[in-house]
């Protein structure tokens, strides 16, 4: 079955910081682009950011740049997203998503083949 597993998520204070993982399992990441999304209470999700199955094509949104790292690990068939400098408008839960093909040489955030169940980040004083 395949699957994907995201952890990470937690109440942090303004300014802090954590790492979300997205872990696969019954498939590899090898060849599969992988996109985080978030969902805030009472707002559309919207895609967060992306990387393509090498990892050499990355996209933010503009609300993250600069805060936000996208990786891969391909040995541990895991995707991360280190974010710093958390804000409170990033309270959500954030999802990540695969993406099979054709082309995963570059990332997006359409036409995703399979979704976590995501992970809550509460970013809160």
């Known amino acids: 079955q395949l699957q994907l597993v995201e952890s990470g998520g937690g109440l942090v204070q303004p300014g802090g910081s954590l790492r979300l993982s997205c872990a696969a399992s019954?498939?590899?990441?090898?060849?599969?682009?992988i996109g985080w999304f978030r969902q805030a209470p009472g707002k559309e999700r919207e895609g967060v950011s992306c990387?393509?199955?090498?990892?050499?094509?990355?996209n933010y949104a503009d609300s993250v740049k600069g805060r936000f790292t996208i990786s891969r690990d391909n040995a541990k068939n895991t995707v991360y997203l280190q974010m710093n400098s958390l804000k409170p408008e990033d309270t959500a839960v954030y999802y990540c998503?695969?993406?099979?093909?054709?082309?995963?040489?570059?990332?997006?955030?359409?036409?995703?083949?399979?979704w976590g169940k995501g992970t809550l980040v509460t970013v809160s004083s």
């Open positions: 019954g498939f590899t990441l090898d060849y599969i682009s």
């Open positions: 998503a695969a993406y099979l093909g054709p082309d995963t040489d570059s990332c997006g955030y359409y036409g995703m083949d399979y």
């Open positions: 990387i393509s199955s090498s990892g050499g094509s990355t």
